[in-house]
């Protein structure tokens, strides 16, 4: 309100070309990353009837406000491959189908977003199955989205039992789960799905923009981040790939560097392009159908994405 007190009041920085620059006191919100989120980026503006327009395309927050990826992305192009739920598979045989991707070479295997923790592949047998099948240079991240309550100790019995990394739905989990995983020192790295963050990022009127998403994302710690793929099947224009690219492993004050993930419609024809668009080190190129549709089967699909990079 503009007779309230100034500490916690917003105010107008600059207004150019449909563009409004905001500036609010960082002692309303501090580390407290929902609360962060309810105000400045699914707040008023996009309820508010007043409003016709109203979309949040950056955010600068206070350097070290949150801490970052505990695992630095490096130079390396690599590739990564889900098992899909829809295969129906036992433990047992999800692990057979982690052992071919990791012997085709892949670096990361991990659970679909819709894989949780069904009666025909529990979470804790398909992790124990995994962990005894792929060598523990591969990083495993099994999909510890459920309840939250439990979520950091579901993460740590994951771990105990072998995994390599750990997987959350961070926008339908809510994006705090990250910060939450991160900060609970699990020694492996976070990868965080995007699923949920679409009816946020869609829209051209209200919501916010792919690219902050992404920044949220890598400063709450996630490790690994999706960035979506050029001319893929997924929403994203090009242009919303090459901004989040820039989001996920470009400078961002003392926070690290994540992976940025291409993934959706990632495969040996084209795994090549993608990665030259995509410029420079830090990416995992991540395989799905492509894997288990390829002739050689799962291990061929890998190891020709594997070899067609370099």
């Known amino acids: 309100m503009p007779d309230g007190p100034r500490f916690v009041r917003g105010g107008t920085v600059s207004e150019e070309g449909g563009i409004a620059v905001l500036e609010f006191p960082e002692g309303n919100w501090g580390r407290n990353l929902p609360m962060?989120?309810?105000?400045?980026?699914?707040g008023e503006g996009v309820e508010t009837r007043a409003f016709t327009r109203c979309r949040l395309i950056g955010l600068e927050l206070p350097d070290g406000m949150f801490p970052g990826p505990a695992f630095p992305a490096d130079h390396r192009v690599r590739v990564g491959a889900i098992v899909k739920p829809s295969l129906g598979l036992s433990p047992d045989e999800f692990a057979s189908v982690a052992g071919a991707l990791a012997r085709g070479?892949?670096?990361?295997i991990k659970d679909d977003e819709l894989l949780g923790d069904p009666a025909w592949c529990p979470l804790a047998d398909r992790v124990t199955a995994v962990a005894s099948s792929v060598h523990p240079s591969?990083?495993?991240?099994?999909?510890i989205t459920g309840p939250t309550a439990t979520l950091v100790q579901r993460a740590r019995q994951v771990v105990d039992l072998g995994a390599t990394g750990v997987m959350v739905n961070a926008f339908t989990q809510g994006l705090d789960a990250v910060l939450a995983l991160r900060e609970a020192d699990l020694g492996v790295?976070?990868?965080a799905h995007r699923v949920g963050s679409g009816p946020w990022a869609r829209g051209d009127r209200f919501g916010v923009r792919g690219d902050v998403l992404v920044q949220l994302t890598r400063l709450a710690g996630a490790d690994f981040v999706q960035v979506g793929a050029y001319g893929g099947k997924l929403f994203d224009s090009d242009e919303d790939v090459d901004r989040q690219l820039e989001a996920a492993r470009g400078p961002l004050g003392t926070a690290?560097?994540?992976?940025?993930?291409?993934g959706g419609g990632v495969g040996p024809k084209n795994a090549r392009e993608l990665a030259d668009?995509?410029?420079?080190g830090g990416l995992l190129m991540l395989l799905g159908s492509a894997a288990h549709d390829h002739p050689d089967g799962p291990e061929g699909g890998v190891r020709d994405t594997v070899a067609s990079l370099g």
């Open 36 to 42: 962060l989120l309810s105000a400045l980026v699914a």
């Open 105 to 108: 070479g892949a670096s990361l």
């Open 138 to 143: 591969v990083i495993y991240t099994p999909n």
């Open 189 to 191: 790295p976070i990868f």
């Open 256 to 262: 690290a560097p994540a992976v940025a993930v291409l």
């Open 277 to 280: 668009r995509a410029g420079g």
